[in-house]
């Protein structure tokens, strides 16, 4: 009878699904104030200002690259860069769904038209890794195009490079306890549910074949020429600065901003009588 019972707590400890996945837990230093924050954003901004104002000075052509699991803080990085770039020079780029023409042409094909040209910054928001990732475990594409795909990638990489295009990809890596923390959030903020769709739903069940995929894609894609830069992002803040830090020390520049300047004083020489302004329409003071 007791051997009984211990040969059912072996076969327990057998199948103890828990036992069964190990992954690298980040450690969490102390939450970062945000006045402290803040204070070195605005610092981090100006010298983003400086960078745009070398790469459109020097016609450089730069693709910035953001990768990683949903909810991994890919979205905040790239709206924190942008937002204080001109969009004439820094644009984002984050391409919807295949349509069935694209899904007939060369897979490269559709990301090949969002290429900077001389003088302008392209952030990816997700790229061409999509087919590393979600295509390959969701089962949006065969196998034998996944493999295509770890070949020729490589490849399509060097091309860009020799071209002296600027080549940075990231990675944003979270883990399981703080996306669903991140999920949870989404579903009770009305502004962010639309965040989260029904594929999000369906992947947390494969956290484990993501994994699985990820470091396949590294082990073909991380290459001297192009190399993956992995930002602990389970602190947002934290990888929002260390991520901007990162991508200036890569990317030599100087500085080239205008200098301040005075404003000549208006001019009103000119005899004109403006129409009334109660025949215009105007937006109603509701605040």
Not at 147 to 163: A, G, K, V
Request: charged share 35%; proline share 6%; glycine share 4%.
């Amino acid at each position: 009878m007791a051997e009984k019972k211990k040969n059912k707590e072996v076969k327990k400890q057998k199948f103890d699904k828990s036992e069964l996945y190990h992954d690298i837990e980040q450690k969490h230093d102390k939450k970062m104030k945000n006045k402290h924050y803040f204070n070195e954003l605005v610092k981090l901004d100006i010298e983003l200002v400086k960078l745009q104002e070398w790469v459109k000075t020097k016609k450089l052509r730069v693709v910035v690259i953001f990768e990683g699991r949903d909810a991994a803080g890919k979205g905040g990085v790239i709206k924190t860069i942008s937002g204080c770039l001109n969009p004439r020079i820094c644009r984002v780029v984050a391409l919807g769904t295949p349509t069935e023409k694209e899904k007939t042409q060369w897979y490269f094909q559709r990301y090949v038209p969002h290429l900077p040209a001389g003088g302008e910054i392209v952030l990816f928001d997700r790229s061409w890794y999509n087919r590393a990732g979600v295509e390959k475990v969701m089962g949006f594409c065969t196998n034998d195009e996944y493999e295509e795909f770890l070949r020729s990638c490589p490849e399509f990489e060097r091309m860009l490079t020799r071209s002296e295009i600027i080549l940075v990809k990231y990675w944003f890596s979270v883990s399981d306890h703080e996306q669903e923390k991140r999920f949870q959030e989404r579903i009770s903020d009305p502004t962010k549910r639309w965040k989260i769709s029904p594929m999000d739903v369906e992947s947390r069940d494969k956290w484990v074949e993501y994994s699985m995929a990820k470091d396949k894609m590294f082990s073909f894609t991380d290459t001297k020429q192009s190399p993956w830069y992995v930002v602990e992002a389970d602190d947002k803040k934290r990888a929002r600065l260390n991520c901007i830090k990162h991508l200036l020390a890569l990317i030599p520049y100087e500085d080239l901003t205008p200098k301040p300047f005075k404003l000549p004083p208006l001019k009103h020489d000119t005899a004109y009588v403006r129409p009334p302004k109660e025949e215009q329409t105007h937006v109603p003071k509701v605040y």
